[in-house]
C-alpha cells in the first residue's frame, strides 16, 4: 500500500512536471505607440521562436484612455502581464508595480552605465521600469528656408540674441501683414520652453521639497520676458498661429521648440519635409555648468504585480532578454528620437550618424531631471496655462503668478513624491 | 367548468405580468437604483481604483465651497444654459413665426433648418472647429470681405465660449424651431381672424395672439431647455477653448472622476449638479404657476 | 401693397440666409474632403475646386479604421433601438392594461430616476461594469441602455387609447397572453414605435460621454469617438477629420431626408433632443 502510494506520488509529480514544462505560457503586453509595438513585435517572434513555450499577446490602448485603463485593470483584474510605462505615471503606479528581481538583473553594472539610473529609476532600492532613452528640447529648423535665406550650419546660433535676429530674418509676412512663415513657434509648447529658459537663468521647478512651484521670481520673469518680447516685439509668431508641430509640418514654420520625439512624427507624417535641429542656445552661449534644459526619460516596460503568478517569471526573462539586445534599444531610441540611457550606446554608429539623436546627446550631460511633473501641472493647470496668460495680455509677473497657483493647487492635490531636482550637479566648464 | 377557465386565465395573466415585471424590476434596480445608492456612498469616501475606499464623512461636500475651478465652470455650465435658452429660443421663435407664415416652402425650409440637429454635437464641434480656425479657417476670411479684423473664435479665452455657444445654437434651432411650429399648428386660425377684424397689426397678433396662446411650447421649451443646458458636455468638450474658457460642469467632473481617479469628489459634484437642476425647475415651476393665477 | 411686398422680400432673405448658414458648413465639410491637398488649407480659400480627389475616402474607412467605427455604431445602435422598441411597449403595455399591486408605486420609482442626471449614476456605473469586466466592450454600451423609462412612459400614453375590448376579444380566442400583445395590440402603436425608434437610434449614434467613459480600445470605438481621435490626431491635415465628418455625418442625413415626415413628427410626439 504504501509502496502503491509512493509510486502514485512520483508519477503525478513526473506527470505534473512534464505538464507544466510543456505548458504554454501567454505574455500580454499593452502600449500607446503604435511604432514602439511593431519594433516589438519583430522581437517578440524573434522571443517565440527561441521559446516555443511563450506566447505573447499584444494590445494598443490610446494614450488618452492607456492609463485610466491601466487603473481599472489593476483594480478589476484584467491586466496585462507587462505595460509599456511613462515616469508621469509613477507615483499612481508605482506600488503596483514588480521590482525588477536582482537574481536576474545586474544593479551594479545599471549603476555604472545608465545615466541618472539612480535619481530616475531607484525607488528604495529597486527599480520597476527599464530605463530605455533621454529626450529633451532642441530647436528643429526647417532646412528649405533655412537654405532660402542664405544661411548654412555655420550660423547655427549659440545665443539667444543670436536666435532672435535669425528668427526675424526668417518671418515671412504676406501683403496683409499676417505671418505667412512664422520665425519661430513655441505655439502649444510654450510653458515647457518657458521652464528651459528658467532653468538657463538658474530657475528651478520647484521649491523646497516640490511642495509648491518656484516660478514668478527674477528668473521666471525674465524667461518669460524674453518670449514676451520674440512675440509681440520681433513678431516671429503671434497668438491663435498653428501649434508647433503644425506649423513645422505644413511649412507655416521655420524653426519651432519641441522635444526630440517631433523627429519621429515628422518623418511618418511629413516624410517630404526636409528638416534639421540644432542644441537650445543659452543666454551667454555656453554649456556650462548648466543645466540649459530640463531631461525627461523615456521609459520601457514593468511588469505589473497583479499579474498572472506564472506570466511574471516568464515576464522578466524575456525583459532580460530584449534588454540586452543591443539592437533592440539603439533602434527604439531611434524611432522614439532619444538619445539611449546607456553611455554604452552612445558611440554607437547609428546613433552618431543621426543628426537628431546626438544634437540630444550633445546636449543631454547639461540636462536636468526634476523628478515627476503631475499631468495636470504641465499640460492643463501651470505650465499650460503660461501660453495663454501671455496672449492675452497678462505681464509676465501676472502670469507666473497665476499658473504658479494653479499649480500648486494641484500639488496640495496630487503632492510630488520623487524629486531630484536639487541632485543636479554642475558641469565643469 | 367556467370556475376553472376563469382560473387559469387569470393565472396565465399573472405569469405575464411577472415575466415581464421580474426583469424590468432587476434591470431598473441593477442601472439606476444601485448606482444612485452606489453614488452616494461613493460621494462620502476618498476612493479611486486602486486603493479601498476611505470614509471622509463630508469632506467632498466641503470641499465643494471655495472651489475655484468648480465655480467658474458653473459659470460656463450657466452661461451656456442661459443663452442657448434665451437668445437660441428667440431666433428660432423668430424663424418659426417666419416659416409658418410662408405659403409655399415651409416644409423644405423645416428640412433646412433641422439638418444640424441630426449632427452629432461632436460632429459639429470638429466642422465649426474648422471653420473657426484662425489662420484658414473660412469665417475670418468673410470677415475680411467686410473689413472686419480677424477673430481668434475658440483660441481666446474672450470668445471662446461664444463661439462653442453660437455653434450650439445653430445645432439646436432647428429643434427648437419644429417644437413651435407643432404649437403653432395648433392654434385655430380663428383667433387671427378676429384680430384681422379689429384691424390688428401682425407683431399685435404675435403679441397678443400667439405668444399667450404658446405659452405651455415655452414652458415646456424653458424647463427642458435649462435641464439639458446644465449637462451640456459634448460640445463644450470638443469645441474647447485656452484657460479652461469653456470647460462646463460636467466636463470637470469627468476629468476629476477620470483623469484625476477622485471618484469620490466627483461624486459629490454630481449631487450638486443633481441639486441645481431639481431647484432650477422647482423654481420655474413656481414662476410659471404664480403667473398662470395672474391671468 | 408695396410695403407688404418689401416685407415679403425682407422675409424671404431671412430666411434664405438663414437656410444658406444652416447648409453651408455641411457644404463646406464635403468640400473640404475631397479637395486636392494643395487646395485644403489655402489663403484665400478655394470655394469650388476645380479638381476633386476621392482618396482620402478610401484611407479613412479603410487603415484609419472608419469603416469599423461605422459599423459599431451601427450595430449598437440598431441592437440598442430593437431592444428599447420591445422592452418599452410590453412593460408599458403590461403598466397600462393589467392590475397588480403596487402598480403605481413601481411605476413612479421608474418615473422618478428620469429626474436624476447621467451624471450621477456616470461613475459607479462604471465602476461596477468594470467590477464585472464589462469595460471596455459594446456591452458597456448596450446593456445600461436596453430598457428605457421614458420609452415605457411614452408606450403606456400610447397604449391608454387601444380599448380593452381588444385585449378581451382576444383572450376568448384563446390567444396567448404575449400573442394578444404581439399581434394585437403592438401593430397598433405603429405610429408611437417609429418616433421612439428615431428617439433611440438618434440617442446611440450620436452619443458620446458614456462611450469616451467605457470604451478604451480603438477597434471598439463608435464613430463620435473615432472623430474626436482624429480631430486630436490628424489636426494639420483637415481634409482627413473633414472625410471622418462626412462619413459620421452623411449617412444620417440621407436617412433623415429620405423620411423626414416621420422624423418630425417623432420630435414633436417624443421631445427629441440631440
Same mark, same amino acid.
Given at each position: 500500500?504504501?509502496?502503491?502510494?509512493?509510486?502514485?506520488?512520483?508519477?503525478?509529480?513526473?506527470?505534473?512536471?512534464?505538464?507544466?514544462?510543456?505548458?504554454?505560457?501567454?505574455?500580454?503586453?499593452?502600449?500607446?505607440?503604435?511604432?514602439?509595438?511593431?519594433?516589438?513585435?519583430?522581437?517578440?517572434?524573434?522571443?517565440?521562436?527561441?521559446?516555443?513555450?511563450?506566447?505573447?499577446?499584444?494590445?494598443?490602448?490610446?494614450?488618452?484612455?492607456?492609463?485610466?485603463?491601466?487603473?481599472?485593470?489593476?483594480?478589476?483584474?484584467?491586466?496585462?502581464?507587462?505595460?509599456?510605462?511613462?515616469?508621469?505615471?509613477?507615483?499612481?503606479?508605482?506600488?503596483?508595480?514588480?521590482?525588477?528581481?536582482?537574481?536576474?538583473?545586474?544593479?551594479?553594472?545599471?549603476?555604472?552605465?545608465?545615466?541618472?539610473?539612480?535619481?530616475?529609476?531607484?525607488?528604495? +532600492?529597486?527599480?520597476? !521600469?527599464?530605463?530605455?532613452?533621454?529626450?529633451?528640447?532642441?530647436?528643429?529648423?526647417?532646412?528649405?528656408?533655412?537654405?532660402?535665406?542664405?544661411?548654412?550650419?555655420?550660423?547655427?546660433?549659440?545665443?539667444?540674441?543670436?536666435?532672435?535676429?535669425?528668427?526675424?530674418?526668417?518671418?515671412?509676412?504676406?501683403?496683409?501683414?499676417?505671418?505667412?512663415?512664422?520665425?519661430?513657434?513655441?505655439?502649444?509648447?510654450?510653458?515647457?520652453?518657458?521652464?528651459?529658459?528658467?532653468?538657463?537663468?538658474?530657475?528651478?521647478?520647484?521649491?523646497?521639497?516640490?511642495?509648491?512651484?518656484?516660478?514668478?521670481?527674477?528668473?521666471?520673469?525674465?524667461?518669460?520676458?524674453?518670449?514676451?518680447?520674440?512675440? !509681440?516685439?520681433?513678431?516671429?509668431?503671434?497668438?491663435?498661429?498653428?501649434?508647433?508641430?503644425?506649423?513645422?509640418?505644413?511649412?507655416?514654420?521655420?524653426?519651432?521648440?519641441?522635444?526630440?520625439?517631433?523627429?519621429?512624427?515628422?518623418?511618418?507624417?511629413?516624410?517630404?519635409?526636409?528638416?534639421?535641429?540644432?542644441?537650445?542656445?543659452?543666454?551667454?552661449?555656453?554649456?556650462?555648468?548648466?543645466?540649459?534644459?530640463?531631461?525627461?526619460?523615456?521609459?520601457?516596460?514593468?511588469?505589473?504585480?497583479?499579474?498572472?503568478?506564472?506570466?511574471?517569471?516568464?515576464?522578466?526573462?524575456?525583459?532580460?532578454?530584449?534588454?540586452?539586445?543591443?539592437?533592440?534599444?539603439?533602434?527604439?531610441?531611434?524611432?522614439?528620437?532619444?538619445?539611449?540611457?546607456?553611455?554604452?550606446?552612445?558611440?554607437?554608429?547609428?546613433?552618431?550618424?543621426?543628426?537628431?539623436?546626438?544634437?540630444?546627446?550633445?546636449?543631454?550631460?547639461? @540636462?536636468?531631471?526634476?523628478?515627476?511633473?503631475?499631468?495636470?501641472?504641465?499640460?492643463?493647470?501651470?505650465?499650460?496655462?503660461?501660453?495663454?496668460?501671455?496672449? *492675452?495680455?497678462?505681464?509676465?509677473?501676472?502670469?507666473?503668478?497665476?499658473?504658479?497657483?494653479?499649480?500648486?493647487?494641484?500639488?496640495?492635490?496630487?503632492?510630488?513624491?520623487?524629486?531630484?531636482?536639487?541632485?543636479?550637479?554642475?558641469?565643469?566648464? | 367548468?367556467?370556475?376553472?377557465?376563469?382560473?387559469?386565465?387569470?393565472?396565465?395573466?399573472?405569469?405575464?405580468?411577472?415575466?415581464?415585471?421580474?426583469?424590468?424590476?432587476?434591470?431598473?434596480?441593477? !442601472?439606476? *437604483?444601485?448606482?444612485?445608492?452606489?453614488?452616494?456612498?461613493?460621494?462620502?469616501?476618498?476612493?479611486?481604483?486602486?486603493?479601498?475606499?476611505?470614509?471622509?464623512?463630508?469632506?467632498?461636500?466641503?470641499?465643494?465651497?471655495?472651489?475655484?475651478?468648480?465655480?467658474?465652470?458653473?459659470?460656463?455650465?450657466?452661461?451656456?444654459?442661459?443663452?442657448?435658452?434665451?437668445?437660441?429660443?428667440?431666433?428660432?421663435?423668430?424663424?418659426?413665426?417666419?416659416?409658418?407664415?410662408?405659403?409655399?416652402?415651409?416644409?423644405?425650409?423645416?428640412?433646412?433648418?433641422?439638418?444640424?440637429?441630426?449632427?452629432?454635437?461632436?460632429?459639429?464641434?470638429?466642422?465649426?472647429?474648422?471653420?473657426?480656425?484662425?489662420?484658414?479657417?473660412?469665417?475670418?476670411?468673410?470677415?475680411?470681405?467686410?473689413?472686419?479684423?480677424?477673430?481668434?473664435?475658440?483660441?481666446?479665452?474672450?470668445?471662446?465660449?461664444?463661439?462653442?455657444?453660437?455653434?450650439?445654437?445653430?445645432?439646436?434651432?432647428?429643434?427648437?424651431?419644429?417644437?413651435?411650429?407643432?404649437?403653432?399648428?395648433?392654434?385655430?386660425?380663428?383667433?387671427?381672424?378676429?384680430?384681422?377684424?379689429?384691424?390688428?397689426?401682425?407683431?399685435?397678433?404675435?403679441?397678443?395672439? @400667439? =405668444?399667450?396662446?404658446?405659452?405651455?411650447?415655452?414652458?415646456?421649451?424653458?424647463?427642458?431647455?435649462?435641464?439639458?443646458?446644465?449637462?451640456? !458636455?459634448?460640445?463644450?468638450?470638443?469645441?474647447?477653448?485656452?484657460?479652461?474658457?469653456?470647460?462646463?460642469?460636467?466636463?470637470?467632473?469627468?476629468?476629476?472622476?477620470?483623469?484625476?481617479?477622485?471618484?469620490?469628489?466627483?461624486?459629490?459634484?454630481?449631487?450638486?449638479?443633481?441639486?441645481?437642476?431639481?431647484?432650477?425647475?422647482?423654481?420655474?415651476?413656481?414662476?410659471?404657476?404664480?403667473?398662470?393665477?395672474?391671468? | 401693397?408695396?410695403?407688404?411686398?418689401?416685407?415679403?422680400?425682407?422675409?424671404?432673405?431671412?430666411?434664405?440666409?438663414?437656410?444658406?448658414?444652416?447648409?453651408?458648413?455641411?457644404?463646406?465639410? =464635403?468640400?473640404?474632403?475631397?479637395?486636392?491637398?494643395?487646395?485644403?488649407?489655402?489663403?484665400?480659400?478655394?470655394?469650388?475646386?476645380?479638381?476633386?480627389?476621392?482618396?482620402?475616402?478610401?484611407?479613412?474607412?479603410?487603415?484609419?479604421?472608419?469603416?469599423?467605427?461605422?459599423?459599431?455604431?451601427?450595430?449598437?445602435?440598431?441592437?440598442?433601438?430593437?431592444?428599447?422598441?420591445?422592452?418599452?411597449? =410590453?412593460?408599458?403595455?403590461?403598466?397600462?392594461?393589467?392590475?397588480?399591486?403596487?402598480?403605481?408605486?413601481?411605476?413612479?420609482?421608474?418615473?422618478?430616476?428620469?429626474?436624476?442626471?447621467?451624471?450621477?449614476?456616470?461613475?459607479?456605473?462604471?465602476?461596477?461594469?468594470?467590477?464585472?469586466?464589462?469595460?471596455?466592450?459594446?456591452?458597456?454600451?448596450?446593456?445600461?441602455?436596453?430598457?428605457?423609462?421614458?420609452?415605457?412612459?411614452?408606450?403606456?400614453?400610447?397604449?391608454?387609447?387601444?380599448?380593452?375590448?381588444?385585449?378581451?376579444?382576444?383572450?376568448?380566442?384563446?390567444?396567448?397572453?404575449?400573442?394578444?400583445?404581439?399581434?394585437?395590440?403592438?401593430?397598433?402603436?405603429?405610429? @408611437?414605435?417609429?418616433?421612439?425608434?428615431?428617439?433611440?437610434?438618434?440617442?446611440?449614434?450620436?452619443?458620446?460621454?458614456?462611450?469616451?467613459?467605457?470604451?478604451?480600445?480603438?477597434?471598439?470605438?463608435?464613430?463620435?469617438?473615432?472623430?474626436?481621435?482624429?480631430?486630436?490626431?490628424?489636426?494639420?491635415?483637415?481634409?482627413?477629420?473633414?472625410?471622418?465628418?462626412?462619413?459620421?455625418?452623411?449617412?444620417?442625413?440621407?436617412?433623415?431626408?429620405?423620411?423626414?415626415?416621420?422624423?418630425?413628427?417623432?420630435?414633436?410626439?417624443?421631445?427629441?433632443? +440631440?
Amino acid at each position: 500500500m504504501k509502496r502503491f502510494v509512493t509510486v502514485a506520488l512520483v508519477f503525478m509529480l513526473v506527470v505534473g512536471l512534464t505538464l507544466t514544462a510543456g505548458a504554454q505560457v501567454t505574455i500580454r503586453h499593452w502600449d500607446w505607440h503604435q511604432p514602439r509595438m511593431n519594433l516589438k513585435q519583430k522581437y517578440m517572434a524573434e522571443y517565440e521562436k527561441l521559446n516555443p513555450d511563450v506566447k505573447f499577446e499584444t494590445q494598443i490602448i490610446a494614450w488618452d484612455d492607456y492609463w485610466t485603463r491601466l487603473m481599472s485593470g489593476v483594480a478589476g483584474g484584467d491586466v496585462p502581464d507587462i505595460a509599456q510605462f511613462h515616469n508621469s505615471q509613477t507615483q499612481a503606479f508605482l506600488a503596483h508595480l514588480e521590482a525588477f528581481p536582482a537574481d536576474l538583473f545586474d544593479y551594479e553594472q545599471y549603476k555604472a552605465d545608465i545615466i541618472n539610473f539612480e535619481a530616475a529609476y531607484l525607488f528604495d +532600492g529597486t527599480f520597476h !521600469f527599464y530605463p530605455v532613452g533621454i529626450m529633451t528640447g532642441l530647436i528643429f529648423y526647417n532646412a528649405d528656408y533655412w537654405a532660402e535665406a542664405g544661411l548654412t550650419e555655420a550660423d547655427i546660433p549659440r545665443t539667444w540674441d543670436e536666435f532672435r535676429e535669425l528668427a526675424k530674418k526668417l518671418t515671412k509676412y504676406d501683403a496683409n501683414g499676417d505671418i505667412q512663415v512664422a520665425g519661430f513657434v513655441p505655439n502649444n509648447i510654450l510653458g515647457v520652453f518657458w521652464l528651459d529658459l528658467h532653468y538657463q537663468l538658474g530657475g528651478k521647478l520647484y521649491g523646497e521639497g516640490a511642495q509648491t512651484v518656484d516660478w514668478n521670481n527674477e528668473a521666471g520673469r525674465k524667461a518669460l520676458e524674453f518670449i514676451e518680447t520674440l512675440i !509681440f516685439e520681433d513678431r516671429v509668431t503671434e497668438p491663435g498661429f498653428l501649434s508647433f508641430t503644425e506649423a513645422m509640418g505644413t511649412g507655416h514654420a521655420a524653426m519651432v521648440y519641441s522635444w526630440s520625439w517631433l523627429g519621429g512624427e515628422l518623418n511618418n507624417n511629413y516624410p517630404d519635409l526636409n528638416w534639421s535641429v540644432f542644441r537650445l542656445p543659452t543666454f551667454d552661449g555656453k554649456l556650462a555648468p548648466g543645466p540649459i534644459a530640463r531631461n525627461n526619460h523615456e521609459t520601457g516596460m514593468a511588469v505589473m504585480k497583479s499579474a498572472r503568478p506564472e506570466a511574471k517569471d516568464a515576464a522578466f526573462r524575456f525583459l532580460k532578454w530584449l534588454y540586452e539586445e543591443t539592437d533592440y534599444l539603439v533602434e527604439v531610441n531611434l524611432i522614439l528620437g532619444t538619445a539611449p540611457s546607456n553611455r554604452n550606446l552612445l558611440d554607437d554608429p547609428r546613433i552618431v550618424s543621426h543628426p537628431l539623436i546626438s544634437a540630444v546627446a550633445e546636449q543631454v550631460p547639461y @540636462t536636468n531631471i526634476p523628478g515627476e511633473i503631475p499631468y495636470e501641472v504641465e499640460s492643463s493647470y501651470g505650465l499650460g496655462m503660461l501660453q495663454d496668460l501671455l496672449f *492675452f495680455g497678462y505681464s509676465a509677473a501676472e502670469a507666473l503668478e497665476l499658473a504658479e497657483a494653479e499649480a500648486n493647487n494641484v500639488l496640495k492635490e496630487r503632492p510630488v513624491k520623487w524629486y531630484v531636482e536639487d541632485l543636479y550637479v554642475p558641469v565643469a566648464e | 367548468m367556467s370556475q376553472v377557465g376563469k382560473k387559469k386565465r387569470l393565472d396565465a395573466k399573472q405569469r405575464f405580468v411577472l415575466a415581464v415585471l421580474i426583469p424590468t424590476v432587476l434591470f431598473f434596480v441593477f !442601472f439606476n *437604483f444601485v448606482p444612485i445608492i452606489y453614488a452616494f456612498y461613493i460621494s462620502f469616501h476618498e476612493m479611486d481604483f486602486l486603493n479601498p475606499p476611505t470614509f471622509v464623512g463630508l469632506e467632498n461636500y466641503k470641499r465643494l465651497i471655495g472651489d475655484t475651478h468648480l465655480y467658474s465652470s458653473l459659470r460656463v455650465t450657466a452661461i451656456f444654459a442661459v443663452t442657448t435658452v434665451f437668445i437660441g429660443g428667440f431666433l428660432a421663435f423668430c424663424f418659426a413665426l417666419l416659416i409658418n407664415s410662408v405659403k409655399r416652402g415651409a416644409a423644405v425650409l423645416r428640412t433646412v433648418y433641422f439638418l444640424p440637429v441630426m449632427t452629432s454635437l461632436v460632429a459639429v464641434g470638429v466642422i465649426w472647429g474648422w471653420l473657426y480656425q484662425p489662420r484658414f479657417g473660412l469665417l475670418n476670411e468673410v470677415l475680411k470681405l467686410f473689413g472686419l479684423p480677424r477673430q481668434m473664435w475658440l483660441s481666446s479665452p474672450k470668445t471662446a465660449l461664444a463661439s462653442a455657444i453660437a455653434a450650439s445654437t445653430w445645432q439646436g434651432m432647428g429643434y427648437t424651431i419644429v417644437i413651435f411650429l407643432a404649437g403653432l399648428h395648433g392654434i385655430s386660425r380663428t383667433y387671427y381672424e378676429a384680430a384681422e377684424v379689429d384691424g390688428a397689426s401682425s407683431l399685435q397678433k404675435v403679441w397678443y395672439i @400667439t =405668444i399667450p396662446l404658446l405659452r405651455p411650447t415655452f414652458v415646456y421649451l424653458l424647463i427642458t431647455g435649462f435641464i439639458t443646458g446644465f449637462q451640456v !458636455f459634448d460640445q463644450l468638450y470638443v469645441m474647447s477653448g485656452p484657460l479652461n474658457s469653456t470647460r462646463g460642469f460636467v466636463e470637470l467632473l469627468y476629468t476629476r472622476a477620470f483623469s484625476y481617479y477622485q471618484m469620490g469628489r466627483a461624486s459629490a459634484m454630481a449631487f450638486l449638479l443633481f441639486a441645481i437642476i431639481v431647484t432650477l425647475t422647482l423654481i420655474q415651476f413656481r414662476l410659471v404657476t404664480r403667473q398662470q393665477v395672474e391671468y | 401693397m408695396l410695403k407688404r411686398r418689401i416685407l415679403g422680400i425682407i422675409k424671404w432673405i431671412i430666411l434664405i440666409s438663414g437656410g444658406i448658414t444652416m447648409v453651408f458648413p455641411f457644404y463646406w465639410m =464635403i468640400i473640404t474632403s475631397i479637395k486636392i491637398q494643395s487646395e485644403v488649407m489655402k489663403i484665400p480659400p478655394v470655394l469650388f475646386p476645380t479638381r476633386i480627389t476621392f482618396e482620402r475616402y478610401g484611407r479613412v474607412i479603410g487603415e484609419l479604421q472608419f469603416g469599423r467605427f461605422f459599423f459599431n455604431s451601427l450595430y449598437i445602435a440598431v441592437t440598442v433601438t430593437m431592444a428599447v422598441l420591445f422592452t418599452s411597449s =410590453i412593460v408599458g403595455y403590461v403598466f397600462e392594461k393589467f392590475q397588480f399591486k403596487y402598480r403605481n408605486t413601481i411605476f413612479l420609482a421608474l418615473l422618478s430616476t428620469m429626474m436624476v442626471p447621467g451624471a450621477v449614476t456616470m461613475i459607479p456605473l462604471y465602476l461596477l461594469l468594470g467590477k464585472v469586466g464589462l469595460v471596455n466592450s459594446h456591452l458597456a454600451i448596450i446593456l445600461p441602455a436596453l430598457g428605457s423609462v421614458f420609452g415605457i412612459f411614452l408606450m403606456r400614453q400610447t397604449m391608454q387609447s387601444i380599448p380593452n375590448e381588444f385585449i378581451e376579444a382576444g383572450r376568448i380566442d384563446g390567444a396567448s397572453e404575449f400573442a394578444i400583445f404581439w399581434k394585437l395590440i403592438l401593430p397598433q402603436t405603429k405610429a @408611437t414605435l417609429s418616433a421612439l425608434a428615431i428617439f433611440t437610434f438618434m440617442g446611440q449614434w450620436n452619443s458620446f460621454l458614456w462611450p469616451l467613459i467605457v470604451i478604451s480600445s480603438q477597434d471598439q470605438y463608435t464613430l463620435p469617438l473615432g472623430l474626436r481621435m482624429f480631430q486630436g490626431q490628424y489636426w494639420s491635415d483637415m481634409g482627413l477629420v473633414m472625410t471622418g465628418a462626412t462619413i459620421s455625418v452623411i449617412p444620417i442625413l440621407i436617412v433623415f431626408l429620405s423620411m423626414q415626415k416621420t422624423f418630425v413628427r417623432g420630435v414633436t410626439l417624443t421631445g427629441l433632443k +440631440g
